[in-house]
């Protein structure tokens, strides 16, 4: 039983990360009046839904997952730098909430104020380093998707790894996210990004082929991951396991 509330644990802490990242692009768009059609957590059929603000925010069946959806011409026509500032906005949050939930551990920890937040801003440099030699040492097939870590957590829920320490473990997932979203890739929040900067305009054919492909990229990208964690906690090839 303990397992399985650590993997319910995981999912809620994952599907939180995901949402806490797409609120970003949804206070960044609002600050700059970009009307925002959805806000949603998860992927697939609606289960809950409701319209505040001119936004229809929706709980979807796949928690492992959201996304923000703009008004579409509103968004083109915005200047570049109002689209960076939106595209920017998700890796952001995911940031500071890796300083804070480490700010917050190293309180708890007894340590003073300001040691505290400069341990959360030296985090994310460290959990870069570590990703990067992680990497290097293990290679891509070491790498989980969101199954992976909700098995994770049920991994550490069943064995009472401190409260602590769980924590810190999703600050990590905050840090990863909000770095591994900043590379500039089409499907990632830098390629849209640098799609920005290098003057790509939102009416050209490019610019429309880059968004097609970026939701192409997404779903199979996703699709691919889910599959992978599936058939490696089924045949029980973790690395360690």
Not at 92 to 105: C, D, F
Not at 108 to 124: M, N, Q, R, T, V
Not at 169 to 191: E, Q, S
């Amino acid at each position: 039983m303990s397992m399985m509330l650590g993997v319910i644990l995981g999912v809620a802490v994952i599907a939180t990360a995901i949402m806490i990242h797409e609120a970003g692009h949804l206070m960044a768009a609002k600050a700059l009046r970009i009307p925002v059609k959805e806000f949603a957590v998860g992927f697939g059929p609606r289960l809950i839904a409701g319209k505040w603000r001119g936004t229809v925010y929706t709980v979807r069946l796949v928690l492992v997952g959201g996304y923000v959806l703009p008004d579409q011409e509103a968004f083109d026509a915005a200047p570049a730098w109002k689209r960076i500032l939106v595209f920017a906005a998700g890796p952001a949050v995911n940031l500071l909430t890796a300083v804070a939930i480490v700010t917050a551990a190293g309180l708890c920890l007894g340590a003073p104020p300001a040691k505290s937040l400069a341990a959360g801003f030296a985090f994310l440099g460290l959990v870069a380093q570590a990703t990067v030699e992680f990497l290097q040492v293990f290679g891509v097939q070491a790498v989980g998707g969101p199954l992976a870590m909700s098995y994770g957590y049920g991994y550490m829920f069943a064995n009472q790894v401190p409260a602590v320490e769980m924590a810190l473990v999703g600050a990590t997932l905050h840090a990863t996210l909000g770095l591994v979203n900043l590379l500039p890739l089409p499907v990632l929040d830098g390629g849209q990004i640098l799609a920005a900067l290098v003057r790509l305009k939102p009416t050209s054919r490019a610019y429309q082929l880059v968004l097609t492909a970026n939701g192409v990229l997404i779903f199979v990208t996703f699709a691919a991951i889910m599959a992978y964690d599936a058939w490696r906690i089924v045949t029980r090839s973790f690395p360690g396991m």
